[in-house]
């Protein structure tokens, strides 16, 4: 797991805040259970290497000064509304191994529905869940096989295979995605007709 370099830092100087971007660290809030709450920095190259490889979501490791590596994830993350991608503040929560956290974990669609084969539509509906588990047990994506899905198949998060060790907190009934039908009319239009709920 990813150990990123981090450090204390001022707080609540926005001068301070701009050299540090400048010096390649990210401002940053380190707080959690049974730690102090801390005001540091955050390497910036690792960071967002550790979001381009494992999301938003994923775990990772943050070494104080000369302190032991901490096992956290991200609480919050700001971004410069003009920079795509670029991070201006992160909140870090420090995650204890032996208690259960709440998290968001992406879905990963896997394959062609057979309904767009046919002329269907897929239409995502959400691309994450919200579950609970220990740390160990927290996968860095669910996959979802979507290739039987026909023209008029709905998938709700009910029908979601989870790994074990997760707890579900995304509402049963939320619609994942459905294969839409969609007709061309006389005038060209498309329009997309009612589908059902697909039957076991």
Do not use: C
Request: hydrophobic share 35%; proline share 8%.
């Amino acid at each position: 797991m990813r150990v990123i370099a981090a450090d204390l830092r001022e707080a609540g100087k926005k001068s301070s805040n701009r050299r540090l971007r400048q010096m390649g660290r990210i401002p940053a809030v380190f707080y959690g259970p049974e730690v102090e709450h801390r005001t540091i920095w955050v390497e910036e190259r690792g960071l967002t290497e550790q979001i381009r490889e494992h999301g938003p979501h994923g775990l990772f490791h943050v070494q104080i000064g000369d302190g032991e590596p901490q096992l956290v994830m991200l609480k919050e993350v700001q971004q410069d509304p003009l920079v795509s991608g670029r991070i201006l503040h992160v909140d870090l929560y420090r995650v204890k191994v032996d208690q259960p956290v709440d998290t968001v974990v992406p879905l990963e669609f896997e394959g062609d529905p057979e309904g767009v084969k046919q002329g269907g539509v897929l239409q995502i509906q959400t691309t994450e869940i919200e579950v609970r588990a220990l740390p160990k047990d927290l996968p860095e994506r669910i996959k979802v096989p979507v290739a039987h899905l026909g023209i008029g198949d709905h998938l709700f998060v009910r029908d979601l295979t989870l790994p074990p060790g997760l707890e579900l907190l995304t509402e049963p009934d939320e619609l994942v995605l459905t294969v839409l039908d969609v007709r061309k009319e006389g005038d060209g239009s498309e329009t997309a007709e009612p589908v059902e709920t697909t039957q076991e």
